[in-house]
């Protein structure tokens, strides 16, 4: 077959990519075209995402990928979840994107007293992360919010830039699957839900699945843009759902770990798990590329070190990855724990301070920036092996592999650190993994891959996988006792 180029645009909490993916039939090779840096901005102690500069770089990936590429296959976009944009009737933007990190425990509180969260679970299957869009939407119900009357449409991120692109309005799978507004035996809205908070119907559009035609460029993007008119296709919209895909597991009994900012811990199930174990453990059912689910737990993951890294580069002296982990390689081991999911680094503000006094408690001597970075990993690969035994735990089954997909799959010494905490063989890679999946369910809605078998070998044979084996398991099973009293009151349950 001719290869075929497709463009995948991945939108992280902050930073998005264009990546080119150009697919012979067998193999898929991966090449960033650009990146572009976006931020959280608080106004009146609302955090909003510029979503107009989002789109206007997206806009621009395109443009270069027509300037590129020799043959513009497809377009499509995935990026973190839960957000949304309300459109009016006329189908313009009814403000800024507010972001799901505007949380506040008075804010959550008073949503979660007036609701029951375990009937949410059994219609969703989604847990009850405080963040989750039906309780961003809940919350302006309550404060009479004036754009819910006079909104048209719900979109959610990557489904606004779609219809921005296409003027098709329509509601991706994966990402629908995370608002705890969309009901997972029958995968429509829950009328329930809806009903329970208020929220009017109106404002939900037809489900889509990832793999299928969104529609094509307006004629005013192609000519703003100067392009022919390039399918937009449904990519698993939700990035971790695109990042899982990504795996080519040999077992079953494998747990995936896609790890970013955040880390998102499960395993592939099919169906939604609706026990009372897998809701009181802080586990959400969410949607896969093949419109299955999967059982996943939020972790607190990498967001801690990244945003150590940012203040400790406001004095304007860069800091590589490589000298971060590199001091923490020579930090003396398990000096200290901490909670990655303690609720007070959900905001991630003024980080070191807080890392510090929690650490102070534990160890007055913690004092360099190698020490915290060694103490951040070491908690993160130990929440990791917590998360594995109650996925054992839920699901009965003895888990044999983890996988680690992601950006963080880069750092050798993170991946070292899980083995030994989990004791079993890590695997690690694609790092672009979400982008990788995008540009193969592009080719496949486009029909050059058939199913999800091809899907799989494709995968596999373009990628390149690092083994790691668990090493000094003892003294690592020693610590986790203590790691065990550090998180004793564990948050990450829902926060
Ligand atoms: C990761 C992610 C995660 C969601 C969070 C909001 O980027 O999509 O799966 O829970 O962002």
């Not at 007293?113 to 309780?135: E, K």
């Not at 921005?164 to 509601?171: C, I, Q, R, S, Y």
């Amino acid at each position: 077959m001719q290869t075929q180029e497709y463009l995948a645009v991945d939108l992280g909490a902050s930073s998005g990519r264009g990546i080119i993916g150009k697919y012979d039939g067998k193999k898929v090779v991966l090449n960033e075209i650009g990146r572009f840096g976006h931020d959280l901005n608080r106004v009146n102690q609302v955090l909003y995402w510029d979503i107009l500069h989002i789109y206007r770089s997206c806009k621009k990936m395109i443009g270069k990928f027509y300037a590129e590429a020799q043959n513009c296959a497809g377009i499509g976009i995935d990026s973190w979840a839960l957000d949304y944009g309300l459109i009016d009737k006329d189908g313009n933007l009814l403000g800024n994107i507010v972001s799901y990190r505007n949380y506040t425990e008075d804010s959550i509180k008073e949503i979660t007293d007036q609701t029951d969260a375990w009937r949410l679970f059994s219609i969703t299957g989604a847990g009850s992360l405080p963040f989750n869009t039906v309780y961003q939407l809940y919350g302006r119900v309550l404060r009479q919010d004036r754009r819910i009357e006079a909104a048209d449409r719900i979109l959610l991120l990557p489904d606004l830039l779609m219809y921005f692109l296409t003027g098709v309005k329509a509601t991706e799978y994966t990402n629908a699957a995370t608002t705890m507004m969309l009901d997972c035996k029958t995968r429509a809205w829950s009328k329930e839900i809806l009903n329970m908070f208020k929220i009017p119907e109106r404002l939900f559009t037809e489900i889509v699945y990832p793999c299928t035609l969104r529609g094509r460029l307006t004629e005013n993007v192609r000519q703003e843009l100067g392009v022919s008119d390039i399918p937009v296709y449904n990519a698993a919209t939700h990035d971790t759902a695109s990042a899982v895909a990504a795996i080519k597991s040999d077992t079953e009994n494998e747990m995936y770990i896609s790890n970013g900012t955040w880390a998102l811990i499960g395993m592939e199930t099919g169906e939604a798990v609706l026990s009372r174990k897998a809701f009181d453990m802080g586990f959400s059912n969410e949607g896969t590329l093949q419109g299955t689910y999967r059982l996943n737990k939020n972790v607190m993951g990498l967001g801690l070190i990244e945003q150590c890294k940012r203040e400790w580069e406001k004095d304007g002296r860069k800091i590589s990855w490589d000298d971060i982990v590199g001091a923490a390689k020579e930090a003396a081991p398990f000096t200290a724990f901490l909670d990655p999911d303690d609720l007070e680094f959900f905001d991630l503000q003024d980080i070191e301070r807080k890392v510090r006094r929690k650490l102070r408690k534990k160890n007055p001597q913690i004092s360099t920036r190698g020490e915290i970075a060694r103490c951040i990993y070491e908690s993160l690969a130990m929440k990791y092996r917590y998360v594995l035994e109650q996925l054992e735990l839920i699901t009965g089954r003895k888990i044999e592999a983890v996988h680690i997909v992601g950006g963080g799959c880069r750092n050798a010494l993170l991946n070292q650190f899980t083995a030994n905490a989990v004791k079993v063989p890590v695997a690690a890679g694609p790092a672009e993994g979400a982008s990788m999946a995008n540009v193969l369910a592009q080719a496949m809605a486009a029909g050059e891959i058939e199913g999800m078998s091809q899907f799989k070998e494709v995968i596999a044979a373009s990628t390149e996988i690092q083994v790691y084996m668990p090493q000094e398991s003892e003294s690592w099973d020693a610590a986790y006792g203590e790691f065990l009293e550090t998180i004793s009151g564990d948050t990450a349950s829902g926060l």
